[in-house]
């Protein structure tokens, strides 16, 4: 519910985005040659969500196991921070989604699948391949928001029949009302930080949250 809420904070946020893509996607199916950056970014948060859905799938067991395990946590956070640290020494960040390959959309989908391990940040880990690949910070951080839509989407899905374990279903809407205020905000913030070339520096957080976490369990 907590990730609902997000999901909804993502809509909203990238919702001209959304739009033109949808506008241009069915543009292209009644044969009008339009819109191709947008149907090409379409199909690269398509390809990308595959690697995703597969590990999610196949290794959703492992994966759980993994939350009850905080030290795995805490050394998931310092790799995490490693990740971000990084991207402050990768080359030129020049590609538009007219340069993106299909790789590149790949690769960053295979980071996503990973980050389900908790202590990997999802946003943090796609943006930071992105980054890797040479996408320019804008397309970097607007796929990797762009790409959680499916992934949420179907971990909401696939989730959704347990609803009725919970004990109260309110306090779960107010969770995820919170998280959709807070999404909306935390989007707003961190785009700005991508556009800067500063995302490297949530490294400094990371570090000493994992780093407590291995001393303390």
């Known amino acids: 519910m907590l990730h609902f809420g997000t999901l909804l904070a993502v809509l909203v946020y990238f919702r001209t985005d959304l739009w033109e893509m949808i506008r241009c996607v069915g543009l292209r199916l009644k044969g009008k040659r339009e819109g191709e950056k947008e149907v090409k970014l379409f199909l690269w948060i398509i390809l990308a969500t595959l690697p995703t859905g597969l590990m999610g799938i196949l290794f ?16 998931m956070l310092l790799v995490t921070g490693l990740i971000l640290w990084l991207t402050r020494w990768n080359g030129k960040q020049e590609k538009t989604i007219k340069e993106m ?14 980050a389900i391990i908790p202590g990997i940040s999802r946003s943090g880990a796609t943006i930071s391949v992105g980054l890797f690949c040479g996408l320019n910070r804008e397309l970097a951080g607007r796929f990797s928001f762009l790409l959680s839509i499916p992934a949420i989407l179907g971990a909401t899905l696939l989730e959704i029949h347990n609803l009725d374990s919970l004990a109260k279903l309110d306090t779960a809407m107010i969770g995820a009302a919170v998280a959709f205020v807070t999404g909306i905000l935390s989007l707003t913030l961190l785009m700005k930080i991508i556009r800067m070339g500063k995302i490297s520096n949530f490294a400094y957080y990371c570090w000493p949250i994992g780093a407590i976490m291995i001393i303390l369990t």
């Open 60 to 75: 959703k067991d492992w994966f759980e196991s993994l939350f009850s395990k905080p030290k795995t946590v805490g050394i």
């Open 101 to 114: 390959r299909w790789f590149d959309a790949l690769l960053i989908g295979v980071a996503q699948g990973i």
